[in-house]
């Protein structure tokens, strides 16, 4: 089956930093590539998404990158803000009897101190 | 975006009683739930997989007449854990996903489940 990993377990910034969070996955397969975020005791949230057909994804702050041949892709946040932190977890996806279910990694705590 | 409801938000039982929890697409239409459990500062665990109309797909480990999951409608899913022990107090998570073939999964809000 698939395997994600996720890399740094925890991540320390100072508001206005950047803010990087790497995933790696074993299944050439996988082609969707979704990140969640997840305050605490609350639910995990869209933030971006990747398909397998792109390299690259931007949406004001947040950007991902894929990169297919090496089975890693990356979340990058810029300008951190301290509502920024929370819980982040990648999730690697392919179809499998018609529903796209991910395989997800353990997550990165990410802290930003104001 | 769609919305997934969750009920209830918490609960609290007795060791060897049953408890169940009802995950809801409130407006669309949900070909698959999934349910998933997290321990504090940990991942998501894939418990099972729902489809409205069949038996759920358990995942390897799950007990699965321990979790009973019924995915009765296209917009309902329970889960019951029976007979819960302590070491089942977890936070419980469904997500469903809509039409078949899309990509995006719509989580529901959780239980928090604390068996005394």
């Known amino acids: 089956g698939e395997n994600v990993e996720q890399h740094p377990s925890t991540l320390s910034v100072q508001e206005g930093d950047s803010a990087v969070i790497k995933c790696t996955y074993s299944?050439?397969?996988?082609?969707?590539f979704p990140w969640y975020k997840q305050e605490l005791g609350k639910r995990p949230q869209l933030i971006i998404d990747i398909r397998s057909n792109v390299g690259e994804k931007k949406d004001q702050r947040i950007a991902v990158t894929l990169n297919k041949t090496a089975k890693h892709f990356s979340l990058h946040i810029t300008e951190t803000q301290p509502e920024d932190s929370a819980v982040y977890f990648c999730?690697?996806?392919?179809?499998?009897?018609?529903?796209?279910?991910?395989?997800f990694g353990r997550g990165t705590s990410l802290i930003v101190h104001p | 975006g769609a919305v997934v409801s969750q009920h209830p938000s918490r609960v609290i039982c007795k060791s060897g009683t049953s408890v169940k929890i009802e995950c809801r697409s409130l407006?669309?239409?949900?070909?698959?739930m999934f349910w998933y459990r997290q321990f504090p500062k940990k991942s998501l665990m894939l418990m099972a997989t729902s489809n409205e109309g069949s038996k759920a797909t358990y995942e390897q480990g799950v007990e699965k007449d321990k979790f009973l999951i019924n995915h009765a409608s296209l917009t309902l899913s329970t889960l019951t854990v029976t007979s819960a022990h302590p070491e089942d107090s977890s936070f419980y998570i469904c997500?469903?996903?809509?039409?078949?073939?899309?990509?995006?999964?719509?989580f529901g809000p959780g239980t928090r489940l604390t068996v005394t």
């Open positions: 299944d050439s397969a996988s082609n969707y």
């Open positions: 407006d669309f239409q949900a070909t698959t």
């Open positions: 999730a690697a996806s392919k179809s499998q009897g018609g529903s796209y279910i991910p395989t």
């Open positions: 997500s469903a996903i809509g039409l078949a073939g899309r990509y995006e999964q719509y």
